[in-house]
């Protein structure tokens, strides 16, 4: 036997985009959180206290990855238990911290759950755009919106910060206001369950290849992930220097610039 989880609300979304985190705030729920992929493997429930009288239960559900809909990372486990809410509430890291593009990332969770089952993107759904306290974000969220209007005019898109909790009791009153106007029940079509099933490892999806080559006494970089960066955020911002640093640390950029003879106040190109 196996039980769905029942809960008026699902938060659905890529991993790591701050669903656990969202859980934890409005509610008295302790999900494990932590800056890696899958800290959230089994459900989490919480009791969402509006602080208007009313109340509704909201589900953490395990992160989702691209090919969810044929089992691929937590698959199967994660959409059974979308059936079961009534409302979608779609995480989406409006800042692109893991070097996504926030509306793709929309775009791959909504094609996996229609892929499962049809029936689940009719279901209402509201985008949480999270991360709206780092300086990348304003203009992801602009860009989001234009893009969202022309295909999906009923989409709520509602900008919040779990770390900063703005926009947090705004997103709460309209998740009520839309949960009065529906049935309690969600109608739920079961989707048969697959004769074999595949296990597959959760692959990045940023590609971490770079080259580095010297141009005199300059190192030059190429890395269509740094570069793409690059482009789309405000370099004059610290925490924006930082978050690169961070990357090309991470990337191993750093370390074969020094093995290459790169020391501090060194001139490195990008691109």
């Not at 049809?118 to 991360?131: C, D, F, S, T, W």
């Not at 009791?169 to 004769?195: A, G, M």
């Not at 030059?220 to 990357?247: F, G, P, W, Y």
């Amino acid at each position: 036997m196996e039980l769905k989880v029942m809960a008026d609300v699902g938060l659905v979304g890529f991993p790591s985009v701050g669903k656990s985190t969202l859980l934890s705030v409005v509610s008295a729920a302790q999900p494990k959180i932590g800056a890696y992929h899958f800290t959230t493997i089994t459900p989490n429930l919480g009791m969402v206290d509006v602080g208007d009288g009313r109340n509704f239960v909201m589900a953490d559900l395990p992160g989702l990855i691209e090919g969810a809909h044929e089992g691929v990372g937590l698959g199967h486990e994660f959409l059974r238990h979308v059936e079961r809410t009534r409302i979608i509430i779609h995480v989406v890291d409006m800042a692109g911290t893991e070097g996504r593009d926030p509306f793709e990332d929309w775009e791959k969770i909504n094609d996996e759950i229609r892929l499962y089952n049809p029936l689940l993107i009719e279901r209402p759904q509201i985008v949480a755009a999270n991360k709206m306290d780092m300086p990348e974000a304003e203009e992801y969220l602009a860009a989001f919106k234009e893009k969202i209007k022309e295909i999906r005019p009923d989409i709520e898109i509602m900008p919040i910060s779990s770390l900063t909790r703005q926009g947090i009791q705004e997103l709460l009153y309209r998740t009520i206001d839309v949960l009065e106007s529906i049935p309690d029940e969600p109608t739920v079509e079961e989707v048969t369950e697959v004769s074999e099933r595949k296990v597959y490892k959760f692959k990045a999806q940023n590609d971490n290849s770079f080259t580095v080559t010297r141009d005199n006494e300059m190192y030059v970089v190429h890395s269509e992930r740094i570069e793409r960066m690059l482009k789309r955020m405000q370099m004059n911002s610290h925490d924006a220097i930082l978050k690169l640093a961070k990357t090309m640390r991470h990337m191993g950029i750093d370390e074969e610039l020094r093995k290459r003879g790169a020391t501090e106040g060194t001139i490195v190109r990008i691109g």
